[in-house]
């Protein structure tokens, strides 16, 4: 089981970032600041199955410069267990980051993503129009990337889907009160579909009011294959399949 987004440097104890990392095939943590970037990178550098994605949250942009944006082209460039740009999108859910900010540096973060030909993870929430807007003006992406914890209606997945986007569902697929992501869930492409925690949030319903952690990610597996009707190993081979279809730079052999 390979989990496509993770906060490993927020878990809330080192036996948990173990456990996880002895239960999953892979694991993609995400750096998302500029402190969060280098943890990322530190500790993927240290596990064989842990890779990293580095880039700056719609919250996190304010008073960012060129010489940021610089940051990540280097830690990208030097450091083969970088696999992704992001995340990186928009985010107008909380009035933290003026929008033109969010925009500028969103796009930015499109731009090198498809310099250094690397998948981008897109943050969206409550800016569905704008998201899909700009992906629109920046398309094709080569290397693909990922609607990360899809919070979007039915026609904002069919448009990222045609721009050659995967969709991921994290825990929250699994809440009682969820059934609109359950119904764009329904009428997501197989072949486009991946599995995530966001660890330590968003924990699925099973370990609901418990920080999440990589490995409970079969809760949400289980969960999902029950709701589409297909058995819970072929779902997994999906799944999987897709992520190291989209993740090029994870080296295939390492699978446990």
Known sequence: ???????????????????????????????????????????????????????????DVNGLTDEDINTLRELATKN???VAIGETGLDYYRDITPKDIQWKFFEKQLTLAKELELPVIIHSRSANEDTVKILREYAPFPASGILHCFGGDIPMMEQCVELGFYISFAGNVTYPKADNLRQVLKKTPLDRLLLETDSPFLSPQKKRGKPNKPSNIYYTLEFVAEFLGIP??????????NALRLFKGIKKEAVV
């Open 1 to 59: 089981m390979i989990d496509t987004h993770a906060h490993l440097d927020m878990l809330r104890s080192e036996e948990d970032l173990k456990e996880s990392i002895e239960k999953l095939d892979y694991i993609i943590t995400i750096g998302c600041d500029k402190e969060e970037i280098y943890k990322a990178v530190d500790i993927a550098s240290r596990y064989d199955n842990v890779y990293a994605s580095v880039g700056y949250h719609p919250y």
């Open 80 to 82: 083969s267990k970088v």
């Open 232 to 241: 819970a190993d072929e779902l997994e081979r999906i799944t999987d399949n």
